[in-house]
Each structure stands twice: as structure tokens, then as C-alpha cells.
């Protein structure tokens, strides 16, 4: 597993162990054109910096983070790949409603949102089938990837770090993983042994649409006769809002039936507990959780036909609605076993086993009616050799399978129900050449994935597909390191790909797959390069590209079907490519204050147009972000200040408008008060959107009639005991 370094900072949630503050190690793509985006970062340090090369030198002070999602370690000092992780108070800052809100400030990664209660993940332009969320790294076998309007089934308050991978991960985490990963790690089934009881709580309430939001989590444990230890863990949630307010019209193109100064119908309710517990043994651990959530919310008005409110009440109950607008009730009850065992053989140094069985239920009503219900129950596992050195070479040989039950029952089941099994092996190995001029990291895997599927009223099919990828990273100085990466990927249709074919009530859309579909192939460079000019300055430059043979996409065809009369997606094959660059630099200015400059580009096209004379572009990509922010750091007292430029998406996809620039300003302060022992209280206040822009998120479903919401402020208070 890949090991980055950061200094030890004392943390919230998670209890029993003192946490890094952020280290998000993104790579931050250089514009070639415009602009950079500004990040989050809150407290990324540049003393961090400093630290990690420090590494080099002493190790002395720096402890290892593990990154749960890469295979093989490697440390933070000489690490120039697309990798970020959040964690610590950097995490608990960030963390929002919905993970693509909590995400998307951070490089490469944007926000798909489709009101309040929805928020998927955008990595590089890639989402839905291609970016792969998962819990402690199984998937979350939610029902995110068939539609833009299911929200991902997962929290990230309760999550002691989120990772990103941005590029193909499908060599360890198959076809799904073909844009990236993100993998939300939390404590439910404890990593490491524990032998008192810690705890923490946080409540947080945010004027933008009267969001509340209360967290809470226990871990104890105690040491056993021979060596053994039990250690346990027990977290819950509740988190509510009303509409969200926006500083202008929803849809200021029909003024005259659409909202002015909050969208209707975008009022959540969430509530989410986990309990498990781990035996550790001297040479095994064996861990078992279960987990609850659920998560009511509204589709924007505009997003389907409803009828309109005359007055906005801040103070309506959520669920209080007379109109036909479209609310969605998801549950999910979720069970995990983790297991390992140390040199179960003599090849082998640990053996890994992660399973998990999932229980998933998505009603979506239409006024006070039940339209359609999504059910799902779902089995995923992953067995894990990590093998011994063999010349040299470090191994990790694995084996997944999956198998996912899934139905839709109503008017509006636009996915017939379906059975979709996989079974994958693959071996990732990389070895030191250590007598190479520039201490030289060779890596190299192959994966190949067998996935079946039976649908009612189709045939069953079946799909191959092969992925495996080299790399190589030099450590050109003790300051200067690159890394280059070369990857074939396969990735096979997911079942509304090919099965769909009826109206969708809460897209307003009428959706047709297509059962011909055959794998989509892409061949991916990725080139990373980290400096670190000095003590306090560092600086990260990612470039991609990536070729795509018969990419799959939900294409527009402009057509309306007379009988739903509801626009008409097709989902069809192109050639297609992605290209871009990140880039980040960190500097430190004094003991009190460092600075944070980054960006990102994307371009997405189609290699022919769908049609003569239409555009070649691909739809909902991110546009060219531009940010910067101060950090300050005065003991007890921390704040920051950013600025985000984002320009005006006008390579807009087949029968879409541009969309408009605009900059994002925010800002926050907090104080830490420390009690006897490990006892602390957090106070922060932060505030979002300050110019109170008219942010409409390309990347979105509903900019038309959904823009992001005003100027708001956040307050809240932390207790670490």
C-alpha cells in the first residue's frame, strides 16, 4: 500500500489516534490556457512540505499515512502521481452534504450535482460507470451510476480520510474504476487495536438553506489474554435543510414560472449509524460492521413538471408537499468482513479478505404517490496476496468478484431488472532498481474481468475485457522526481447502458440504451512531476491524455418522443479523447502564513461529431478552474482566504448552451481550546460564496434551473475527548 508522510496534528473524528492535518497530493494541473483553479486546502501547511523532505534526511517526527486505495507503498517525498487524499481537520472542513460537494475543490475533481441531496464525483470529465466510489475499498453498490439524480450512499462526516485516484485504477479495481477512484475509509471496522475509550462529537448549522448537521463516534477496546485485543467502534448521524437559497431566479429564462431567491423542492433529511468491532491477533485480525443510511430529498423544481408554491417558507416540514414534485427516499443497510493473515506462506507476507453484502432500496415519489422503486441487493469481494520479494520484485496478486441483483418497479421503470455478475484476477508488481542513476521505480500489472448479465426480456450478455498498464518513477534529485505511466484499460457496459428504454420522471428525460454495445477501450499516458525548489516551496504538474475506442456516452439527439414528450438520450459508441493538466505549487511565506496556487484544464471531444454541422464536444466537462489561497496559522487560531476563478465552458456538448464563468470567494476562521488529556473544542465559522454569484456548475444536470447556492455562512463546534 503506498505510504505518504506527514507531520502528526491532532484530530477529531478520529479518536484514538492523532491524525495529519490534509494531504491531498494533488497534482495540479499547469494551464496551457487560462486559468487555475483554487483549491480548498484549508490546512494544508506548507511546513508539510518542508516535512517531507525532510523524510529523506531524518524520519524523525513524521509518521505514515497509509492510502488504503494503491497497492504498493511508496512515500509522499517522491510521489508525482495523480494521487489526493483529505484527511483530518482538512477533512472535517470540507466534508459537505454530498461527496462530489466535498471533493470539489480539489484538483481534477468537479462536482456533478443534481440538487441538495445529490453530488457525484467528476474526475478528469469522467463519472457515473467510470469513477468507481467505494467504502474502505469495495464498492458502494448504490444505484449512483444509473441515473444523475441517485445520490451516493455514503458520508463523508463520518469518513477518517477520502482518497482519490484520478486515472485508470481498474487494474486493481476493475472495468468501473476506468476514470479514477474514490474511496471513503472510515473506522467501522477498526484498523488497529485500541485500548481506551475515545470520542467525538460536532454540531454545524449553515444559513444558506438552513442546514443543521450533528455527528457523533465512539471507539474502545481492550487488550485480551495471549496477546489478543477487541477493540470496537460506534458512529451515527442526522443532518436536515431546507430549500436553498440563490441570489436570483432558478431559471431566469422563464421567470414566470420558476422561483426567485431559493429553488423549490431541494430540502433534505439524512440519517446514517455504523457499529463494528475487530479481534486482533498476533498474526490475524478478523472485523465485522453494519451500517445504516438514509437520505430523502427533492429534484429541483424545473428538473420535472410540478406546480408552483406562491410564497417561499423557509420553515415547511421536508416532506409536506401538495405539488407533483419529485422527492426520493434511499435506505441502505450494509454489512463488512475484513480479514487478514500475516505469512499464511512462505511466498506469501499477507493474506487480505474484504466482503461485503448490501441491501439497497431507492423510491422515487411523485407528489404524495409512489412512482417507481429501484431495489438492489448486492455481494462483492476481494481476496489479496501480498507476495514475498522475488529479485527483487514486489508483488500483489488478487482476485474480485461481484454479483448485484437489481430491479425497478413502477411507471417509470426505465431499467428492466437484471442480474450482474463479475470475476476478476489480476498482479501488480514493481521493483527498485536502487543501482539505476536516478534510484529508479519500475511498475507494471495486467488485470483480465469476466462480466455477465441477464436482463428480463433480453438476452444475457457477455463481455471480456483486459487491462494492464507500465510505469516507471525516478527520483531525478533528491528534490526533483518524474513519473510516467502507460495503460491499456477495458471497461464493459453497465446493464442501463444496454437495457434502458423508458421515461425517467426525475430527469424529465425518455432513455434508450442499447444492447449491441461492446467494450470500451482506452489507451492512457500520464506524465507527473514534483519539485521542491526549497524547504518551503513545492511544486506538482500532472498532464493526461487519453484515447478512447468506442467510448460509451448518453447522447442528446435533440429529438422528443411524442407520446412522453420528454427529450430522447441515446446511449451510443464513438471514438473520443481526453486531455488536460493540473498543477499545484505550495509555498510557505513565514511561520504564520503559506500560500496555495492551482489549477486544472480539461478538454473532452468526440473524434467525429454524432451528426454533420453538431458539436464534437463532450457534454458536462468541467471548465478551466484557476484558485489561490492564503493560509494563516497563529497557534489556537487558524484561518483562510480563497479566491476561485472558473471560466466560461463554451466547448459545450451536442444541443447544450455555454455556460458562464464566474468567481467563487470564501473564507474561514476557527479556534482550538485544549482541555486536560487529549480533550479539545473546535469552533469554526466559515463563509461560502461571499460575492453571492449567479454560479450556474457546468458539470450539472440542472444549471438551467438549478444554480449553486448564495452567499452563506457555516458555524460549528467540534469536542474531541
Given amino acids: 500500500m503506498n505510504k505518504f508522510i506527514f507531520k502528526r496534528h491532532n484530530t477529531l473524528l478520529n479518536p484514538g489516534k492523532a491524525e495529519p492535518l490534509t494531504k491531498r497530493i494533488l497534482p495540479v494541473q ?16 506548507a511546513q508539510d512540505v518542508a516535512a517531507h523532505h525532510e523524510h529523506k534526511e531524518h524520519h524523525a517526527g ?145 444559513t444558506a438553506n438552513n442546514e443543521s ?133 512462505d511466498s506469501v507476507e499477507e493474506l487480505s479478505l474484504r466482503l461485503a453484502y448490501n441491501d439497497y432500496e431507492h423510491t422515487e415519489f411523485e407528489g404524495a404517490e409512489t412512482g417507481t422503486v429501484f431495489e438492489s441487493t448486492s455481494w462483492e469481494g476481494r481476496l489479496e496476496a501480498e507476495l514475498s520479494e522475488w529479485h527483487g520484485w514486489h508483488g500483489l496478486l488478487g482476485v474480485q468478484w461481484a454479483d448485484t441483483d437489481f430491479s425497478a418497479i413502477g411507471d417509470e421503470a426505465f431499467v428492466p431488472a437484471s442480474n450482474t455478475r463479475s470475476q476478476g484476477v489480476f498482479l501488480i508488481s514493481e521493483k527498485h532498481l536502487a543501482d539505476s542513476r536516478f534510484n529508479t521505480v519500475v511498475e507494471w500489472g495486467v488485470r483480465t474481468e469476466q462480466q455477465s448479465i441477464d436482463a428480463a426480456g433480453f438476452d444475457g450478455v457477455d463481455h471480456q475485457a483486459y487491462s494492464l ?57 500520464d506524465v507527473g512531476y514534483l519539485v521542491q ?72 471531444q468526440l473524434d467525429e461529431a454524432a451528426a454533420p454541422g453538431e458539436s464534437r464536444d463532450l457534454p458536462r466537462i468541467t471548465p478551466t478552474r484557476v484558485g489561490v489561497q492564503l493560509n494563516a496559522d497563529f497557534s489556537e487560531w487558524q484561518g483562510w482566504l480563497r479566491v476561485t476563478e472558473v471560466a466560461e465552458q463554451d466547448h459545450a456538448g451536442e444541443h447544450e448552451e455555454s455556460t458562464e464563468g464566474y468567481t467563487r470567494v470564501g473564507a474561514e476562521l476557527s479556534r482550538t481550546f485544549s482541555g486536560a488529556g487529549d480533550r479539545s473544542t473546535l469552533v469554526f465559522v466559515k463563509a461560502t460564496n461571499l460575492l453571492n454569484e449567479d454560479i450556474r456548475n457546468a458539470s450539472s444536470y440542472l444549471r438551467q434551473v438549478a444554480p449553486e447556492a448564495g452567499r452563506g455562512l457555516t458555524a460549528g463546534v467540534r469536542f474531541n475527548f
Fill in 213 to 345: 448537521a450533528s455527528v457523533m463516534r465512539l471507539d474502545g477496546g481492550e487488550d485480551l489474554a495471549a496477546g489478543n485485543n477487541l477493540s470496537w467502534h460506534i458512529d451515527g448521524l442526522y443532518r436536515s435543510s431546507n430549500n436553498v437559497d440563490i441570489p436570483g431566479f432558478a431559471n431566469p429564462h422563464d421567470v414566470e414560472e420558476t422561483t426567485d431567491g431559493y429553488i423549490d423542492n431541494t430540502s433534505t433529511r439524512s440519517k446514517a449509524s455504523n457499529v463494528g468491532a475487530t479481534w486482533f491477533g498476533e498474526d490475524a485480525s478478523l472485523g465485522l460492521s453494519v451500517g445504516r443510511i438514509e437520505s430523502r430529498y427533492g429534484i429541483p423544481a424545473g428538473a420535472h413538471v410540478h406546480d408552483e408554491h406562491d410564497e417561499h417558507d423557509e420553515h415547511d416540514e421536508h416532506d409536506e408537499h401538495e405539488d407533483e414534485s419529485v422527492r426520493i427516499d434511499m435506505k441502505q443497510t450494509r454489512y463488512d468482513l475484513k480479514g487478514s493473515l500475516d505469512t499464511p506462506f
Fill in 30 to 45: 499547469s494551464l496551457v490556457s487560462s486559468a487555475v483553479l483554487l483549491s480548498f486546502c484549508a490546512q494544508v501547511q
Fill in 62 to 206: 513524521i509518521e505514515e499515512v497509509i492510502i488504503e486505495a494503491t497497492p504498493l507503498g511508496k512515500s509522499l517525498s517522491g510521489n508525482a502521481g495523480a494521487v489526493s487524499v483529505l484527511i483530518g481537520e482538512a477533512l472535517r472542513k470540507q466534508a459537505a452534504a454530498t461527496l462530489g460537494e466535498t471533493l470539489a475543490t480539489q484538483v481534477g475533481v468537479a462536482n456533478a450535482s443534481f440538487g441538495a441531496g445529490v453530488g457525484q464525483p467528476i474526475i478528469r470529465g469522467q463519472s457515473a460507470g467510470r469513477v468507481k466510489v467505494m467504502q474502505d475499498n469495495l464498492g458502494v453498490m448504490d444505484a449512483s451510476s444509473t441515473s444523475a439524480d441517485h445520490a451516493n450512499a455514503t458520508e463523508a462526516l463520518l469518513a477518517d480520510q477520502v482518497e482519490v485516484l484520478r486515472g485508470p485504477a481498474s487494474l486493481r479495481f476493475g472495468s468501473g474504476a476506468i476514470g479514477g477512484v474514490v474511496n471513503v475509509v472510515d473506522g467501522r471496522i477498526p484498523r488497529g487495536p485500541v485500548t481506551e475509550i475515545t470520542g467525538a462529537a460536532e454540531t454545524r448549522y449553515s
Fill in 533 to 604: 525548489l526549497n524547504d518551503a516551496s513545492q511544486i506538482k504538474l500532472n498532464l493526461f491524455y487519453n484515447q478512447f475506442d468506442d467510448y460509451i456516452y448518453k447522447r442528446d439527439t435533440g429529438l422528443e418522443d411524442p407520446i412522453e414528450e420528454l427529450e430522447v438520450f441515446q446511449y451510443q459508441q464513438a471514438d473520443a479523447s481526453f486531455k488536460g493538466v493540473e498543477l499545484e505549487w505550495l509555498q510557505t511565506l513565514s511561520e504564520q502564513f503559506s500560500v496555495r496556487v492551482f489549477g486544472d484544464y480539461v478538454r473532452a
Fill in 469 to 525: 498498464s507500465l510505469g516507471a518513477h525516478w527520483d531525478m534529485t533528491e528534490r526533483q522526481h518524474l513519473q510516467l505511466s502507460l495503460s491499456h484499460a477495458e471497461r464493459a457496459p453497465a446493464a442501463e447502458e444496454l437495457f434502458s428504454d423508458g421515461a425517467h420522471v426525475a430527469t424529465g428525460t425518455l432513455d434508450k440504451g442499447d444492447p449491441s454495445l461492446s467494450e470500451e477501450t482506452s489507451w492512457n499516458l
